[in-house]
C-alpha cells in the first residue's frame, strides 16, 4: 500500500508512520509528501528521508479549484493507494475528495466530536479542553470528508486530563498517543481489521 501525506507543519505524526514502515510493521510504502508550507518540518523530514515531495499552497496556484486538482493530480501521480492528514490545515477540494473518498484519513488530537471544527487545532484545541473542565482528552482518527473534522470516527485513545495540566503538557501526552495510534489504525487498515467504505 502506498501512502501518501499532507501535513502543514513538524511532520512528527508522518515521521511516526514512515519510521513504522521502515521497521516493516506496516507493510506500506511513503510514496509522497504534500505541503502548503514551504517551510514544514514535514518537507524537511522527506528531503531526509529521500521522499518525494511537492509544495502546493495557494502561493503557487492562486485558484483554489486549480489547487485542489495540483493535489488531487501529484496523489495520483505517485499511485497513492491511502492518504494520511499529519497536521494538515486546509480542507480538502471536492476533486481530490472525490478521487481518493473513503481513502483519506486525518490525526485529530481531541476526542471528536467534542473539541473539533473550524479553528481547532494545534495548541488551541487543548486550550479549549482545559477551559472546559474536561477529565479526559485523547486522540482521533477519522475519515476525511467535506467538513472538518467530521467524517466517521475509526478509532481513539484516551488521556486523562491532570489537575496540574497546562495546555503544553496536555499537548505532549495526547502527542504521544496520537503518533501509537495512527500507526495503530494503519496497521488495522493494512490487515483489514478495519474496512474502508468502498469508493
Known amino acids: 500500500m502506498n501512502i501518501g501525506f499532507l501535513a502543514s507543519g513538524r511532520g512528527s505524526n ?3 508512520v514512515i519510521d513504522a514502515c521502515a521497521s516493516e510493521r ?3 510504502r511513503p510514496c509522497v509528501v504534500i505541503s502548503n508550507n514551504s517551510q514544514s518540518g514535514a518537507i524537511e523530514r522527506a528531503k531526509n528521508e529521500n521522499m518525494p515531495y511537492r ?3 495557494s502561493v503557487t496556484h492562486p485558484d483554489p479549484a ?3 486538482c495540483a493535489i488531487r493530480d ?3 501521480q505517485y499511485q497513492t493507494d491511502l492518504v494520511v492528514l499529519a497536521g494538515y490545515m486546509k480542507k480538502l477540494g471536492p476533486q481530490t475528495l472525490s478521487r481518493f473518498g473513503g481513502r483519506i484519513v486525518n490525526i485529530h488530537p481531541a476526542l471528536l466530536p467534542n473539541f473539533g471544527g473550524a479553528g481547532m487545532y494545534g495548541i488551541r484545541v487543548h486550550r479549549a479542553v482545559l477551559a472546559s473542565g474536561a477529565t479526559e482528552s485523547g486522540a482521533t482518527v477519522h475519515l476525511v470528508n467535506a467538513e472538518y473534522d467530521q467524517g466517521p470516527v475509526l478509532a481513539q485513545r484516551r488521556v486523562p486530563v491532570l489537575p496540574d495540566d497546562s495546555p503544553e503538557s496536555l499537548a505532549r501526552r495526547v ?3 496520537e503518533h501509537l495510534l495512527l500507526v495503530e489504525t494503519l496497521e488495522g ?3 483489514g481489521r478495519i474496512i474502508l467504505p468502498k469508493p
Open 66 to 68: 486549480h489547487l485542489d
Open 55 to 57: 509544495h502546493l499552497s
Open 14 to 16: 508522518m515521521q511516526s
Open 189 to 191: 487498515i493494512i490487515r
Open 74 to 76: 501529484a496523489l495520483v
Open 175 to 177: 502527542l504521544e498517543q
Open 26 to 28: 506496516l507493510h506500506a
